[in-house]
Each structure stands twice: as C-alpha cells, then as structure tokens.
T-cell receptor, first 117, second 113 residues
Framework: AQTVTQSQPEMSVQEAETVTLSCTYD???????LFWYKQPPSRQMILVIR??????QNATENRFSVNFQKAAKSFSLKISDSQLGDTAMYFC??????????????FGTGTRLQVTL | NAGVTQTPKFQVLKTGQSMTLQCAQD?????MSWYRQDPGMGLRLIHY???????DQGEVPNGYNVSRSTTEDFPLRLLSAAPSQTSVYFC????????????FGPGTRLTVL
C-alpha cells in the first residue's frame, strides 16, 4: 500500500514571497503519478500540478513548480510570487499508473497555507 | 457542460437513517470515485468504478454501498447512518488515459446526530 506524508500542517508566507510545501511518499511501484491539489475555503478541489514518475524533468505551471526526487521519494511544491488567492489547503496525492486501479488517489493529510500582506 | 455535480450540498441525519448521496457527470468519463474528507486525515477513497456495472472497494468502504447502472451516475448509499460517517463527501470522475485529470464535485457536508 502507498502512503503519502505531509509533515507541515500549517505554513505562512508573505505576499510576493516564495514558499515550499513538502511531501514524501512510500511505494514499491516504479510507474506512478504525483499531484498537488489546492482546496480553497470554497471546498472545491483544484488540480495545481502533476508529475509523471518516469519523467526526470520537474513539472512547472506558471508560478507553481515541483522538486521531484524519485530516489528519495520526495515531491515538494514551490509557489513563487505568492498571492492572497493562494491561501488554501494543499494536498499531495499519489496514483499508480496501472489503469486497473484507475482513480485510486492516495492523499496526504494536507498543509494549510496562509498568505499574508 | 456542468462537470461533476453532487446533491445535496448539506445534509443532517439521525443515527440509523438511510440516505443516498447523488453524483453525476456529463463528460462521458469511465472512472468515478467517492472520497470522504475528515479533519486531519486528508481524503480517503470509499468506493470506485471503472465503468458501468463495475464497482470496487476503496480504503474505507464499510457502511457504504454503491452501484453504477449508467456511465453518468454513481450514487453512494448509507444504509444505516452512524455518527462516524459525519464527514464531507466528494465524488470525482476521470476519463480514459492514465494521465487524465480527475475532476471533483463540490462536495456534500453530512452530519449524523
């Protein structure tokens, strides 16, 4: 079974600064996908960024980027130029690449990020 | 295109009552799932379906039933509600292709007294 660990329950960052959220995972699989989801106070789950395990290049989406270290089983999220709208709960998630287990996302416990003025 | 819809948004039940949480998607997605979100525990998979007529258990299936008679709908049934089932429930769907994005519904907040 897979496990996902987010060791930072809460973090705070000032507007325009950079913040990094940590995520580690444990799996015996070689092919898998990793995701970061954002959950604002509206409760809606929003996909922020995703990474395929077989790709060495780190994924980027505008101000969001990841540092994927496969050997260390680490998948951190960096938010640059933080904005007030980034205030939310952030979840790291894991999914096997086997289509027979499609939709089986394993989530971490989340990191609550507060962006301040 | 409404995406993934869930009804109701809020519900209060008494212990022992039954109810069905509705989930529908209009994207012709094969894969649908139900998750529950509890404070400090992230989202956990309850049941999932890889197509009409095919369902399987997730991490926390006890106390819940599902069926998938159509591609569009994936209802979650609580046969005899318990206070431990107080939670926020999310339905999600995903199209074929292992890298496709999983779309989540807006969630249902359920309280069992």
């Amino acid at each position: 079974a897979q496990t996902v660990t987010q060791s930072q329950p809460e973090m705070s960052v000032q507007e325009a600064e950079t913040v990094t959220l940590s995520c580690t995972y444990d799996t015996s699989e070689n092919n898998y996908y990793l995701f970061w989801y954002k959950q604002p106070p509206s409760r809606q789950m929003i996909l922020v960024i995703r990474q395929e395990a077989y790709k060495q290049q780190n994924a980027t989406e505008n101000r969001f980027s990841v540092n994927f270290q496969k050997a260390a089983k680490s998948f951190s999220l960096k938010i640059s130029d933080s904005q007030l709208g980034d205030t939310a709960m952030y979840f790291c998630a894991f999914m096997k690449s086997n289509t027979g287990t499609a939709s089986k996302l394993t989530f971490g416990t989340g990191t609550r990020l507060q962006v301040t003025l | 295109n409404a995406g993934v819809t869930q009804t109701p948004k809020f519900q209060v039940l008494k212990t022992g009552q039954s109810m069905t949480l509705q989930c529908a998607q209009d994207m012709n997605h094969e894969y649908m799932s139900w998750y529950r979100q509890d404070p400090g525990m992230g989202l956990r998979l309850i049941h999932y379906s890889v197509g009409a007529g095919i369902t399987d258990q997730g991490e926390v299936p006890n106390g819940y039933n599902v069926s998938r008679s159509t591609t569009e709908d994936f209802p979650l049934r609580l046969l005899s509600a318990a206070p431990s089932q107080t939670s926020v429930y999310f339905c999600a769907s995903r199209g074929a292709g292992t890298y496709n994005e999983q779309f989540f519904g807006p969630g249902t907040r359920l309280t069992v007294l």
